[in-house]
């Protein structure tokens, strides 16, 4: 068999094989452990050449990270949708919570985190695919916030990246068999968000200078 001629990377050719690669890739992934998922197979459900994924992503590896991000951004603007149709903030931040700890993607995004941990080699491209992630997330809070007139927290972009890390460290208990689980992380708490400037919406307290502490979703001055 003649040696394929490799475009390279960058040219629309080269994208177009690098996006048939991960998509099929993303697809084996999602049926099956990344153990049991060869290089092999991957080429010939993407219908490319073995060494053709080697020229793309430089290893299996590197193609799952890449694949299992892949997944995860497309289900974060799924998740996105999903809260758009919320009316309030409670409702606005219960959906955020409640689709996160469903997304399929998840647990592939949990082992490409492991994987990290493991090989120095792909710390970079994880790195590069959480800072998106992140960046995306305080996005579309902040954009869809004061589209209705909500304000968020000064540490918005803080709570955000403790929003995703508490959401892959439920995963990681469930993994581990801990009990509870997912189902004992409370995602929604972690988002300050205010309606108005009277009333806001987390289970925090707020110590007055004068007097007993009241619970800040109370108007101010009752």
């Known amino acids: 068999m003649a040696t394929p001629v490799m475009p390279p990377t ?38 490319v050449y073995p060494n053709q994924i080697t020229h793309h992503f430089g290893s299996k590896d590197a193609l799952f990270i890449d694949a299992a991000f892949a997944l995860l951004l497309r289900d974060t603007a799924r998740l996105q949708i999903a809260a758009s149709r919320a009316k309030s903030v409670t409702a606005f931040r219960s959906v955020l919570a409640r689709t996160a700890l469903l997304m399929p993607s998840l647990p592939l995004a949990v082992s490409a985190l492991g994987i990290a941990g493991d090989s120095r080699e792909v ?34 972009a803080r709570e955000v990246r403790t929003f995703w890390s508490a959401t892959f460290g439920a995963v990681l208990l469930s993994r581990a068999g801990f009990p509870g689980g997912a189902s004992e992380v409370d995602l929604a708490s972690i988002l300050s968000l205010t309606e108005d400037a009277g009333r806001l919406e987390t289970g925090l307290h707020e110590i ?4 007993p502490a009241h619970r800040v979703n109370q108007p101010v001055g009752e």
């Open 10 to 47: 960058g040219t629309p050719r080269g994208v177009a094989t690098r996006a048939r690669i991960r998509d099929a890739a993303s697809d084996l992934f999602m049926r099956a452990p990344r153990n049991e998922v060869s290089v092999a197979a991957i080429a010939a459900a993407a219908g």
């Open 123 to 156: 710390i970079d491209p994880v790195q590069r695919n959480l800072d998106l992630l992140f960046a995306r997330s305080e996005r579309f809070i902040r954009d869809w916030t004061t589209r209705h007139g909500w304000s968020t927290s000064p540490e918005l």
């Open 208 to 211: 007055g200078t004068d007097g």
